[in-house]
Structure formats: C-alpha cells, structure tokens
C-alpha cells in the first residue's frame, strides 16, 4: 500500500523528530519553506521517487556527478558486489546528485553494472555525524554482508559516513563550491573560508573569489577594460570591482595598503573546530 507523508510544523526541532521516525522506513526527500519545514517521504516497497519541490532552501554545497565510468572503476578497484547506497537529502538533493532523484539514478547505474544493492537510504544531513550513526542503525541487518557504501553527497557527508564504518566509502560526485543563493538554479561562490578574511578591507568583496587568481593585492597586468584575461575577458575583474566599491564608499587608501602574501598555514590550521572550545577562550580574552 502507497503511504505518503508531508508533514509540517515551525520548529525545525520538531521536524527532525518526526523526519527521524518516518526515515526508518522510508525515502523521505524534504524541502524547507521559509521557517517552516515539509518532509515528505514514500513507502520504501513502492521504489517510486518523488521529485523534490524546489522552493527554497538553508544553505547550499554545490556538487556536479562523477561520469559514471569513474564510479564503475572505483566500484571495480575497491572490489564491490554489494553495496549500500546512502543519498544526501539537503544540498546534493537540490543540485539533483542526490536525494531520491539522485539516489534512483545511481540504483539503477549500479545493478545494471551487475551490483547488489542491499540497502539503500536518504540521509536528511549525511554531514551530520549524528544522523548518519542514528540512521545506519536503521539498516544495520542489510549492511552487515555489504562490500561498502556508495555515497552521493558532498565530500563531507562521504567522510562522514566513511568515519563510522570501516568499510570502504565511494563517493559519487564532485564538490565544487559553497554558494551563496541569488534564486533557485542561480548560485554564486562568495567565500572559500580562507581561514583569514579581508573582507573589511576590500569594501566587502572576497579577493579570493572574485578575483580569478586569488589575489590579495590587484589588479595585475592582466585587466582590460574592468574585464579578467582569465577566461578570455568575459568575466569582470574583482579588483577593478574591489576599487570601484571602496572609491564609492571613499576609502580608497584602503585600496593603496599592501597585503602580505596569504598564510597558507591558516588554510589548513583548521581542519577540526571546537566551537564551544574557542567560545570559551574567546571570552576568556575579553575579559
Ligand atoms: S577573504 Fe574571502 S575566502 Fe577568505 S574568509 Fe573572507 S570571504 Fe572567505
Ligand atoms: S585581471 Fe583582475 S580578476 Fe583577473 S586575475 Fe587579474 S586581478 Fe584577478
């Protein structure tokens, strides 16, 4: 018998609970509407995959799929029969490598390869430790003779599942930026969490970004008419961009000071983030 839920309430709080119990047993893509969140979800016999309903969303990791030639050899590498395949329900879903839509594709892909598939799930936030452990238990009976996990989401959520299981992890897409949303479909890179943000001397535009090399100093001798040679003078340069803002907002000797190069240190140093940790120290300080 087809089931289909939807289920709404303000609090996200909530939602997970209900999400929880209703991921048990079944594909539950979801969107969010403003505050509120929607979770619908399709009676795992049924195999049918609903499409996610674009209206908006948190946040965004954008992810582009792997060929699937890549896919096949590292399935063929690691030695896969049978696998589990785990799909993200959050961003990989709206880019559409993950979710049911996505997560359907790849079903299919595999077992016409000749793989097993004995289990396969959406998980609300594969990036989140906890949800990934609370809903692996879910499936623990059909996991137990697998080869490893097929994983579509981002490299987080792949790393993710990977630390809680020591079988070996494929992931199925490529990550390719964290973005800011303009509209559904229009996405823009903002920030690459540098680790040292300049943005208070930029008049507010990233130089990593929006410039094509990463400049922390511009712009080179590579602009013409505010136009980038990066990509055949089709891109707006960001420092032309960086200067015309801080002209406008008269705080040009910003423009003049001379940055030391970037401390790559910085970049790495922060591969783990003890936020409750630093909140501490941080008022420590202040005091
Ligand atoms: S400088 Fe750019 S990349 Fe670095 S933290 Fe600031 S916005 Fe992000
Ligand atoms: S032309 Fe501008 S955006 Fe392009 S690399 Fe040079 S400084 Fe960066």
């Known amino acids: 018998m087809k089931k289909i839920y939807v289920i709404w309430s303000f609090l996200d709080v909530f939602n997970g609970f209900f999400y929880q119990i209703l991921t048990k047993n079944t594909y539950s893509p979801y969107f969010f509407l403003k505050c509120s969140t929607f979770y619908f979800g399709i009676n795992k016999e049924d195999q049918i995959s609903i499409k996610l309903l674009k209206l908006g969303f948190k946040y965004m990791i954008l992810t582009v799929s792997k060929p699937w030639s890549e896919i096949r050899d590292a399935c063929k590498q690691w030695d896969l029969q049978t696998v589990a395949v785990i799909s993200c329900g959050s961003c990989s879903a709206q880019c559409g490598t993950g979710g049911t839509e996505g ?15 004995a289990a396969s799930i959406v998980i609300e936030e594969p990036c989140d430790k906890r949800l990934v452990k609370t809903d692996l238990r879910h499936i623990q009976n059909e996991t137990q003779k697998i080869d490893g996990y097929i994983v579509a989401s981002c490299g987080m959520g792949a790393q993710t599942v990977r630390e809680v299981t020591d079988k070996p992890v494929i992931i199925t897409t490529d990550t390719i930026m964290m973005s800011q949303t303009e509209r559904i479909g229009l996405y823009h890179e903002k920030c690459r969490a540098c680790g040292k943000c300049v943005l208070n001397e930029t008049g ?19 602009v013409i008419d505010g136009k980038c040679e990066m990509g055949g003078y089709q891109n707006d340069c960001g420092w032309v961009a960086i200067y015309n803002r801080l002209k406008k907002l008269d705080k040009l000797e910003l423009f003049s000071k001379v940055r030391p190069p970037r401390d790559w240190s910085l970049v790495t140093k922060r591969s783990t983030v003890n936020q409750r940790k630093e909140m501490k120290d941080y008022y420590a300080c202040e005091e």
């Open 103 to 117: 997560l359907k594709k790849i079903v299919d892909s595999l077992e016409q390869d000749g793989i097993q598939i």
């Open 204 to 222: 507010g535009i990233c130089p990593i970004t929006a410039c094509a090399k990463s400049l922390l100093n511009g712009p080179c001798g590579g």
